[in-house]
């Protein structure tokens, strides 16, 4: 059951609007997806209209206290994608892992204790961070999606994230391959984003996904709805793109 | 003297972009600047063109070894405008100081402790996180300067920061005052855009700085030469922004 964490450190990259856009378009082929939330914002989460409540922690529970994957697990309003909700407990996940054994293989372990998973792909929001989240997020996956907005101030966070996927290839997960580089926010009118695009297709040659996510207002938009962008618009750029590149992820599947 | 920390825990919303372009505002008009890095990302110190030595852990130092604040204080290519580097070990900052006395306010402690400053300013550029660093540039902080994208996905961020400014005035900062809030890469052509704008107006009133900073491809652009929006292309609608903001918050003064 392939599992995908998608990454990057740079804050605002185009995480969250992957996960939840491309885990749709994956649904919408009939695969069946679970969200994983790893981030104190919970973005994901608000979008598919999960917020916190008082009492369960989501997925802190299944990281810190070894509960159990499916017991977090919540139907969401985009057909085909479930969620294990975020908690703002999270802001403190490393603190509290700090000392814990097999503090990096928490979700992994959660994810192989599943006896009929059930999902055809796991999806994992991870945090603009190189903490413990993202680093149980790319133990557990067979491959990272790394998104990128074409500008240089983003290049800076691709060759550190290069160094973290290599500590934990070493480390924690061999087989820990590349899904590929995602370019989000494309404004194709501006030279700086074709600069950006091809210094990184120099640097890193084929590993960068031919689909480009083009900027789209109607992306910015679809939250507040709690829908996919295939559910919100989906005769717009948005929408064909993120069809494009599930199309592309599945293949390679 | 003054010191500004630009945060939100949402990533990307134009903190290190706002911090080197209204420090170099400020500096332009006669004011001595220090811009202090606390992101493991190391974005602005990139800008300034401040990379990180095998050696000295610049600021980390300062947070963890309590060096002195002077010590670690560099020259940069923009007239004016100093720095205290980063170090990549910021990201493990929450563990380091976990047990440590006085965690929260070592960046106060350090600042308070210089004899003569010499700056006027002191622009504190926070990663996207809500741990340690941003609790001490808080606690550091005369007032918050809140850095948001007009998009739906930002309105979270800025309810959730609202809590822990609540929480850093009622245990290590009761001054804590809030600069503004500060909208960037603001596409008036969007209507998205301008909804989210009235939302926050109707939120949170004239706490929204009537200044907003207009998505303009000039401010992604200069990184890469090291220079400030004034430097790099002085009559865009990027450095006039940031310019009438810098006006603006020292008329606060
Ligand atoms: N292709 C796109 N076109 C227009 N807006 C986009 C696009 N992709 C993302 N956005 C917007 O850009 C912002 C950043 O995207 P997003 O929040 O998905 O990034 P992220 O990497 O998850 O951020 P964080 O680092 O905070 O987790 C959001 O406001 C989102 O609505
Ligand atoms: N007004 C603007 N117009 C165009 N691009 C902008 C503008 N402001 C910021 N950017 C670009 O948007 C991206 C995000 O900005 P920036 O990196 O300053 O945000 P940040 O909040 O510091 O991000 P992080 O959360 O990763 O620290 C960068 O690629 C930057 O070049
Ligand atoms: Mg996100
Ligand atoms: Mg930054």
Redesign the interface.
Known sequence: MPTIAVVN?????GK??TVINLGAALALEGAKVLVVDLD????AS??LGCEETESDRGIWDVLVNQKSLRSVVEPTPVKGVELARFS?FL??L??AL?SQPGKGTRLRDAISDLTDPGWDYILVDC?????MATINALAAAERALVTV?A???AL??VA?LWQTLETVRERLNPSLGIAGILICRF?AR?R?AKEIRASLVERFGNLVLPTVIREN?RL??C??FHQSIHQYAPRCTGSEDYRKLAEQLAQKD
């Open positions: 450190q740079k804050g605002g990259s969250t609007t104190p914002q919970g973005s608000s979008w703002s802001v403190g490393d603190v700090a945090p603009p961070t190189l903490g907005e500008h240089v101030l800076r966070g550190q404004d501006t700086h207002v910015a938009e939250p507040s």
